[in-house]
């Protein structure tokens, strides 16, 4: 969503003036200070909620891993699938994950931020804007299959403890293994694909737009 929203800020400036032979950079300027403002500050209200969310989930996570160890009865859940060790490390495992994301999406943060209130040339603008558009395809890329392979490796676990498919510890870590690596191999391919779909075609014409600039 960020990155649809990020677009519309090159739109105005890519149809109405670097398809021209002659590029204004007075009107160029003006284009982009003005669809920014708006663009950009909605996008930072929807990733201000993901932070809120995102460090709630992670500070409830890390109330209830610390409570797994003062009181393993009160803090323990799915006991019919879960043992307090399962519980401690699914914990574990979505405050790794959550504490990732949330540094993930500062930095991309603070990118948009620097992005909004520097003062830079057309050229420099589009070369910025193409960097932050790259670091978002990846940060897109890497949480989809970080996310996604983990799950997988859950799900393979839990149907293990209904099913047993496998016996003896050793049998039950590489079979999770598995399936995350597995997981992560086909979530990244997927994932390359849709971003490629999604945002390739015009990540590659604000490329060649600004090596035509850069010929100019």
Aim: proline fraction near 0%; glycine fraction near 6%; include cysteine.
């Amino acid at each position: 969503m960020e990155l649809l929203e990020l677009k519309s800020v090159w739109d105005v400036v890519v149809d109405d003036t670097i398809s021209k032979e002659r590029m204004d950079g007075f009107v160029v300027e003006k284009s982009i200070k003005k669809d920014s403002k708006s663009v950009l500050a909605k996008i930072k209200r929807v990733m201000y909620f993901k932070f809120s969310l995102g460090s709630l989930s992670l500070v409830i996570c890390i109330v209830m891993l610390i409570g797994s160890f003062v009181n393993p009865t009160k803090f323990a859940f799915y006991e019919a699938i879960f043992d307090v060790m399962d519980n401690r490390i699914f914990l574990a495992t979505v405050i790794l994950f959550m504490a990732a994301m949330l540094s993930w999406n500062f930095k991309a943060f603070r990118e948009i931020t620097y992005f909004e209130t520097s003062t830079a040339t057309v050229k420099e603008s589009l070369k910025r804007f193409i960097g932050i558009m790259g670091r978002t395809i990846k940060l897109n890329i890497h949480s989809g299959v970080a996310f996604n392979s983990i799950a997988l490796g859950w799900v393979s676990y839990l149907l293990n403890n209904r099913k047993g498919f496998v016996e003896g510890t050793m049998e039950i870590t590489l079979l999770v293994l598995a399936a995350i690596i597995i997981g992560a191999v086909v979530f990244f391919h997927l994932s390359r694909f849709e971003q490629k779909i999604k945002f390739g075609n015009y990540l590659n014409q604000l490329k060649s737009n600004l090596k035509d600039l850069q010929e100019k």
